[in-house]
């Protein structure tokens, strides 16, 4: 048996695997890899080796995680515009990416997107109480504009879709 007196060496696992097995469980972001590596006690310069490796063998790209999470969120989470450039700016993605890869996001599906999030909120007891008293209108179109930009919609947006809702759904007979 043979025993080593080095106080460098790690028992557990190395930074090589434990960086593919944050990339196991999703795509990371090269500022989120730097991040988690240095986290689980990894010195800079093993983190800097790993991260060469994983450039080397083309695991870590920032602009196609970020399209790849732009178009996740979007789809999966609803997210609007405004979440998404904050989300990918909190991963450390260059601004640039950011608004590159934002300019690739559907207008027309991001507003039918926030459509149908507010066609989801707004329930069929709401429209008959909006029929009756149309100065419930206000309260009604407050919270759902706010849902829609806590989501992360621009707030013009908001605006014109609730607006659009809100006048159809008390129009309909």
Request: net charge negative; hydrophobic share 40%.
């Amino acid at each position: 048996m043979t025993t080593t007196s080095d106080p460098e060496e790690r028992t557990g696992p190395s930074a090589w695997d434990a960086a593919l097995r944050l990339l196991g469980v999703r795509a990371r972001s090269r500022q989120e890899m730097i991040e988690r590596l240095a986290r689980k006690g990894f010195d800079p310069d093993t983190v800097d080796e790993v991260m060469a490796r994983l450039d080397k063998h083309h695991l870590i790209d920032d602009e196609d995680f970020a399209a790849e999470w732009v178009r996740s969120r979007h789809a999966h989470s609803a997210r609007g515009r405004v979440a998404l450039r904050q989300e990918l700016r909190a991963k450390g993605i260059d601004p640039g990416i950011v608004e590159s890869t934002l300019a690739d996001l559907d207008p027309e599906d991001e507003r039918a997107v926030a459509a149908e999030l507010v066609d989801k909120k707004l329930t069929p007891g709401q429209v008959d109480r909006l029929r009756a008293d149309p100065g419930t209108r206000d309260a009604v179109f407050r919270r759902l504009a706010g849902m829609l930009m806590r989501r992360g919609y621009p707030q013009s947006l908001a605006i014109e879709v609730v607006t659009e809702s809100l006048d159809a759904a008390t129009t309909l007979d």
